[in-house]
Nanobody
Framework: QVQLVESGGGLVQPGGSLRLSCAAS????????IGWVRRAPRKEREGVSC????????VYSDYAKGRFTISLDRAKNTVYLQMNSLKPEDTGVYYC????????????????WGQGTQVTVSS
C-alpha cells in the first residue's frame, strides 16, 4: 500500500522560505512520478511541480519556476519541495501525490495522495 506523508508546512512571512518533505513508502512499480499539488483558498487544485524518479526529469508550473525546487532522495524515499521568495498567493494546502510511470501527469491524474500540509504566507 502506497503511503505519502507530508511535513514541513507552517506560517512564514512574505519573502521567506519553507521546505516541504514527502516520505513515500509501499511503491511496487519500477518507476513513479511524484509531485506537489496545492489547493489555495477559493481556487481549484493546481499542480506545483513534479519529478520522475526514472531520470529525475522535473516539471514546474509557471508560478513555481525560479522560486521552487523539487528534488528526490532515493535512499530516503523522500521528495522535497524547497520554496523560496514565498508570496501570500502561495498560501494553501500542499499535497504530495504519486503515480506509477515516468511521466508527470495533470494534477488531477495522480493515483496516490498524502494528507496535505498547510502553508500560510502572511505578515
Amino acid at each position: 500500500q502506497v503511503q505519502l506523508v507530508e511535513s514541513g508546512g507552517g506560517l512564514v512571512q512574505p519573502g521567506g522560505s519553507l521546505r516541504l518533505s514527502c516520505a513515500a513508502s509501499g511503491f511496487t512499480s519500477d518507476y513513479y512520478s511524484i509531485g506537489w499539488v496545492r489547493r489555495a483558498p477559493r481556487k481549484e487544485r493546481e499542480g506545483v511541480s513534479c519529478i520522475a524518479d526514472s531520470d529525475f526529469t522535473t516539471v514546474y508550473s509557471d508560478y513555481a519556476k525560479g522560486r521552487f525546487t523539487i528534488s528526490l532522495d532515493r535512499a530516503k524515499n523522500t521528495v522535497y519541495l524547497q520554496m523560496n521568495s514565498l508570496k501570500p498567493e502561495d498560501t494553501g494546502v500542499y499535497y504530495c501525490a504519486a503515480i506509477p510511470g515516468s511521466t508527470c501527469p495533470a494534477p488531477d491524474r495522480y493515483r496516490y495522495w498524502g494528507q496535505g500540509t498547510q502553508v500560510t504566507v502572511s505578515s
